[in-house]
């Protein structure tokens, strides 16, 4: 083939991306056609001159990672994962945006075979793949050893002007910046242009040399359809120590005459007669869509091939790695594993009854810490609060740019970036990343939160000074609606245990939970840890809600007094002033609401019976949501308002969480019931 | 006065703040003392020779407003408003944290005189600062004639290491670089701590080429202890068209024999024994807490005579103005009249009866360019969504460097700055600012959404998209649990209006409201306009909740059908299912659950009788909370998973929100009940 026909070719190349995107689009007459049209160059390069992946078994542990965070730009990623060999089929990029189709509006991971990660939200992808090379840099300190290079692959994005915008893009880069992961190779697709116009009107700053003040290496390349300059600046990423940025100067829809560098190219179809033009412009062939010439299927296809090759020699690598290595060999197998977590129940700690008890931040300490040497995966750290968050592995290094062994990160004050990169570590595979703040900041984590559930990762936020009970630091730092929201999040467990065995209990259904993300809310303060069979405890927490006490006698209960975490207690001394009374009180801890209410509704009568109406259910939180366990005769003892600095103590007598005042509660009901 | 005496009074004014900030913390038993040893000197520097206020009256409107970013560090500033003259006694002082007392854990706005906004939540003040410069620089533009410089004041901050890691600080910065908001002046204690000890765990970038990358002017105090170089930089920042950052060296703990330069300082009281040493340390009396030496007294007052005159000199410049610009001065109350939005209600677009109807957010479009002519302080834009959020004013400029009397706002892809910002320019005074962009992405912006909630602002959220019913953007851009968290919010107001006219109706009632802000949950597509009597539908959305129609008959209905939003119209039609049964069927609107359970129970019960235990609520959205309005016997059909991309017809029948699935849940309970 002449340097004239490689061309052709590589441009014919490029223009199926374009075109597939564009009549993706218009077909669906929805989505973004704008975007692939301009980043196809790039993407080209990329995925046929460097990404190391085997389509033929997306899961291949030692592939490179591709993530476009710049989601709406879907089609780009589908029209390459049908060329270079995927699962995805040209019919499925005809039923694009279509009910059922694995082509959906954003890519979707667990939905599309190749897609990495679930973007579309702005910052997330970039954030996310940071997450991916912290995992990477540290399974290859791990296991790397001359000769034997496990894991080495790069984490390759395509992102835009809207996600180096969002602040969680900042917190990420700068988190990569200082970690020195150097595996980091982002391309900028640099169009000037978002969706209210010009990039002028509102993102003037000076991107090369903010990533440098980041400890990025900044790489320009000035027009990018230049695939030569493209395939340069990626072989200089590729032997850099730092992150790399390489921005490129792209045209937004290009190739459509009217609407190249327009606003409107951005997120609508081009309408069939522009379409035509733009056929006409980049010499497609008239009037037929979806067009692959077949030399650019097979071009992209060598991916297949590649991709086997490259495994094929991982896996022999990985053979002779047992051989002289078996110890480490070993370690490996663990990490990846699905199993090993079913060997952890034997390592729970147990705390005996103590009315002092302690805090159950504390207690998911030194849960972690009894798990950290027995589960080879648990990875994590805090956003600046680990003594308070208590999410220090003792004895463990901290991963750090001169130590990537280390277990124990240390994200800074950047909750947002935390939540993205833990979803990067989880899907990178084998770790069980783990990440603390206090319960209220899970506010500026819920957008990486909620891709967490979207995804079904298993990913455990611990969220420690749960309610007013961390006291004086005030309402700014106090949880009210938090728990509400995110029991709301579908497919988000949320654990707010009463004590420190409970804790350990919603540890291990955290851990045993492959499918979705937990979210731990726990005290500041002390609370007793109860007397009660742990075997009893362990199974109740496993179902979300138990029987913790019942009153004497026969038959059903007259009132059902409900609490969570550090309220438990409270409502426990509350059926104590009650049994005095002569009420036969029972206690429902329901550590976890969302999995209660999932139960077979057998269960759910059984702890609560339905012809108990008279109902208390008492959480130092929002009420919302508490109405489908109390039912239209019961009440809620619980906080719709800001809560105020005082001691914690002062706090629950002022706002009414005390036994008195929800015996008194339950009393009123059992009047007027 | 010698220069000897004046430096050891300067000195002692500045130990004086660092001594009643220990004295604070150690009575407390809690706190953060570090911050403000290390920030006495630029604190004192900048509140006694540049800030301009009147602590006799902190409403001033043309006073220096100053925000402590760094919240933790609120016994720096309750010791300054102290000193100063502000209303904050030392008894105050010595309830700090205490429950009543106005010096609560963090600032709180509206709590404690002097204190501008509320913070604590790292990166907010930056942002929120931010927003008060839009707002200072927007009626500088408006209002100042030669000679009549009206608004004529700076934005101080002092911020800390976790400020500028937060996310939402960059997008500020990068925002304020674009606008080149030159009346900022941010001090930036840099002390090289953070509370997992030191910066270089985590932060390890060039602080200084960030900001300058974002079009700031940075400044570098190499000893933040230097009164003549914190003076110096504070000089040279106010003669700058750019937003400034003063970078100052400071040492956490300053004058704390064992604990200065330590993360031990930062959040826990010194203890008795170093407390006795840092007294010792610093020249100050042994033995006694909250020393204020008489001559450091006198000298901080000066403020008040300072702050007196300058009002003084500013109410005559005002009265002139009213004389040589009686036009603008009309304006000007106006815009702080706070019966201005009483006058709207006749400038309400009304939308006649039509099957087609329009979406909620072309509604809202409407609604806004209909008010914006009369509302002269109505001020607002979108994170890069104007277009899709309708939030443009038509034929108002953008606000913009060139520009500032625009009132269309650009924010860029930055909802979680543009929500802070909002409430800067609130705070601000006089202005009524809105935000727009998803609903799905008031993730991203919650943190800033609860503290206008906390701090009582009247702020918009124009949220649109806001459901499955976006369709093919698919599951990443469909809000689902989002209703129920912004519901969870205490003192958020959420409307999703079920027409045009209960859109006017929303805006109408989110205008009136001053003390909270109101989010509005909008459509991406089109819905009926209803044809119901107008004053009835505005009585009604004003207090949440309303009968939109009734099933003939006299007494109470059989069944309810209570709808929110696009749910209206389906329900409607449910209805006229039900009714050909012969199924007396009611339907309540309910656009403002929140505030519907806020009427009286004479009210909530006429328009649920309490007798009607068949109801069925129907929203796109997570069930949670609706329980409370359908009781135990009703149902509600809502989506507890994530959505899917599809057309949205095709979506809304896939998940069951279609007229005849909602006849069929009410017949079910019919049966049952």
């Not at 077909?27 to 460097?50: E, K, N, T, Y």
């Not at 033929?56 to 270079?84: E, I, K, Q």
């Not at 979210?519 to 009660?532: G, K, S, Y």
Request: hydrophobic share 40%; aromatic share 8%.
């Amino acid at each position: 083939m002449t340097t004239d026909e490689r061309q052709t070719l590589e441009q014919r190349c490029i223009n199926t991306i374009r075109m597939l995107a564009v009549d993706g689009v218009e077909r669906a007459q929805s989505g973004h056609p704008g975007m692939p049209m301009g980043a196809a160059a790039m993407a080209s390069v990329l995925w046929q001159d460097f990404l190391r992946h085997h389509p033929a078994n997306p899961a291949w542990l030692d592939r490179d990672r591709f993530v476009l965070s710049a989601g709406h730009g879907s089609m780009l990623l589908y029209a390459l994962l049908h060329l270079t060999g995927y699962d995805v089929s040209l019919d499925d990029l005809k039923n694009f945006r279509q009910w059922g189709s694995c082509t959906p509006g954003h890519p979707e991971y667990g939905h599309t075979p190749g897609v990495e990660t679930t973007t579309g939200p702005l910052g997330q992808g970039f954030a996310t793949g940071v997450g991916m090379a912290i995992a990477a840099a540290h399974k290859a300190a791990r296991f790397n050893r001359p000769g034997y290079n496990l894991v080495d692959h790069y984490i390759y994005a395509i992102v835009g002007d809207g996600d180096l915008m969002e602040g969680v893009s900042q917190e990420a880069a700068s988190l990569a910046g200082t970690l020195k992961l150097g595996r980091l190779i982002y391309l900028y697709d640099d169009n000037h242009i978002s969706i209210e116009g010009s990039t002028d009107l509102a993102f003037t700053e000076d991107r090369a040399a903010r990533f440098r003040a980041c400890g990025w290496q900044v790489l320009e390349v000035s027009d990018g359809n230049d695939t030569a300059a493209v395939a340069a600046a990626i072989a200089v990423a590729r032997n850099d120590e730092r992150p790399s940025l390489i921005a490129l100067r792209t045209r937004i829809g290009f190739g459509s005459p009217h609407k190249q560098d327009c606003a409107s190219a951005h997120g609508e179809p081009l309408g069939a007669d522009e379409v035509r033009l733009t056929r006409e412009c980049l010499g497609w062939p008239a009037d037929r869509d979806f067009v692959v010439p077949d030399d650019v299927a097979a071009q992209f296809l060598r991916a297949r091939e590649r991709g086997a090759a490259a495994e094929r020699e991982w896996d022999d690598k990985l053979a002779a790695y047992r051989r002289d290595h078996p110890d480490l060999a070993r370690e490996w197998d663990e990490l990846h594993d699905p199993d090993a977590v079913s060997r952890i129940a034997e390592e729970l700690p147990v705390f005996p009854p103590d009315e002092k008890g302690m805090a159950t931040r504390a207690a998911s300490g030194k849960v972690l810490n009894a798990l950290a040497p027995r589960l080879a995966g648990l990875m994590g750290g805090s956003a600046d609060l680990a003594p308070s968050n208590k999410t220090l592995i003792d004895g463990e290094a901290d991963f750090s740019a001169a130590d990537y062994t280390g277990r124990n990160l240390r994200f800074g004050v950047r909750e947002h970036a935390m939540a993205a990169a833990l979803n990067g570590m989880a899907l990178h595979g084998g770790l069980i990343p783990y990440g603390g703040t206090f319960l209220v900041f899970s506010d500026y984590m819920k957008p990486a939160i909620r891709l967490a559930a979207m995804m079904g990762l298993r990913v455990i936020y611990v969220f420690t000074h749960d309610s007013i009970g961390l006291g004086e630091d005030g309402p700014t730092h106090q949880p009210v609606e938090h728990l509400a929201a995110l029991r709301a999040v579908p497919n988000l467990r949320v654990f707010r245990p009463a004590d420190a065995n409970e804790t350990a209990a919603a540890w291990k259904a955290a851990m045993e939970r492959a499918a979705g993300p937990t979210a731990m809310a726990l005290t500041r303060q002390n609370v007793p840890t109860i007397d009660i069979n742990l075997e009893a405890l362990r199974a109740g927490v496993a179902r979300g809600g138990y029987v913790i006490a019942d009153g004497d006698g026969d038959g059903d209960p007259e009132v059902i007094l409900i609490g969570t975490g550090s309220e438990v207690a409270i409502v426990l001394e509350a059926a104590r002033l009650l049994a005095a009374d002569g009420v036969r009180t029972r206690v429902v801890s329901m550590p976890c609401r969302e999995l209660f209410a999932a139960q077979e509704r057998g269960y759910r009568d059984a702890v609560l019976p339905p012809a108990v109406t008279c109902r208390v259910a008492v959480e130092a939180g929002a009420t919302m949501g508490w109405e489908r366990f109390t039912g239209s005769g019961g009440a809620v003892v619980g906080i719709d308002r800001f809560g105020a600095s005082a001691p914690y103590q002062e706090l629950y007598r002022r706002f009414g969480f005390t036994p008195a005042a929800v015996a008194e509660r339950a009393r009123g009901l059992l009047r007027t019931n």
